[in-house]
């Protein structure tokens, strides 16, 4: 018996070493993985740097270098003297959308969540689930009748047209319902009881509860107005309402249509440096806010 015992033991132990052998590999070929996806992620911002740094005789050589030669910072004194850019005037005109644009659209997902959250009306599943149907619809295949509908309206060349079209967003609207859905009932019934509001009850009690959420939806819906590119290209191209992505675009090209890639890219990286700010210290809010919505349906 003590033979078989020992065995056992023997065989638990190369069980468990073999286990453990198991999860080192397991471990390791994990973060090589994240490593390398990490690496493809970085990479593009690491050439954005080192380009923005580089002469424009390095950075048109046959072979790039990784690591530049000379590190030429008048690229990033270029960027705001430049008559060309007129980088003051596009901050100032993506910033004004951005706010303008996030406001609105801050509010009018907070009404149309508890709207759906809370209140009852005749057709709201219907109507819910008739929202939900267009995100099944690419965006791109409502840029030609958002074109026609603001070109009848006269909006072309407008900052109107850049806030009004896009101030409805059904994945806000859905990522908010379902957070207020996890706030119980019962506390909406008391209110009631007690004579509160509809209103009241949204600004006393959802909103601090779903307060990550909105923190999140606020992040994401102003960094969306900050990198939109297409459809001001497309509507307000026009030196008084070009934003800051289409400013770059077309920025330190001279006549014979050559670009200064060192210059522009600095001016990339100052254009991305809020953004990148943004991300750094409020992604905990992002991530919160994300991660408490979806649960109950």
Request: aromatic share 14%; no cysteine.
């Amino acid at each position: 018996m003590s033979e078989i015992k020992t065995m056992q033991i023997r065989d638990m132990h190369k069980v468990s070493a073999t286990q453990k052998v198991m999860k080192v590999i397991t471990q390791i070929l994990l973060y090589t993985f994240l490593g390398l996806m990490a690496l493809i992620v970085i990479f593009p911002f690491y050439w954005m740097i080192i380009s923005s740094i580089k002469t424009m005789d390095e950075y048109r050589r046959a072979i790039p270098t990784l690591i530049p030669e000379y590190f030429d910072f008048r690229n990033y004194v270029e960027v705001f003297m430049s008559e060309d850019l007129l980088l003051g005037r596009l901050f100032a005109n993506t910033v004004f959308v951005g706010v303008v644009s996030t406001v609105l659209s801050l509010i009018i997902t907070v009404l149309s969540a508890f709207a759906f959250a809370r209140l009852e009306f005749k057709g709201k599943n219907a109507m819910f689930a008739a929202l939900l149907a267009t995100m099944m619809i690419p965006g791109e295949l409502f840029t030609i009748t958002n074109y026609q509908t603001v070109n009848t309206f006269g909006w072309m060349k407008t900052f109107t047209v850049l806030i009004v079209p896009f101030l409805v967003s059904v994945f806000y609207i859905y990522l908010l319902r379902q957070n207020f859905l996890q706030i119980p009932n019962e506390l909406y019934l008391a209110a009631k009881v007690d004579g509160t509001t509809d209103f009241k009850y949204l600004w006393k009690v959802m909103i601090p509860l779903a307060l990550p959420t909105i923190i999140s939806i606020t992040i994401l819906k102003m960094m969306g107005a900050w990198n939109s590119y297409m459809w001001p290209r497309l509507v307000a191209n026009d030196d008084e309402h070009r934003l800051i992505t289409n400013g770059l675009r077309t920025a330190f090209t001279n006549a014979e249509g050559v670009t200064d890639i060192p210059v522009q890219m600095a001016a990339v990286a100052v254009v991305s440096l809020p953004l990148f700010l943004v991300f750094i210290f409020l992604r905990k809010y992002i991530m919160k806010g994300v991660s408490r919505s979806g649960i109950k349906g």
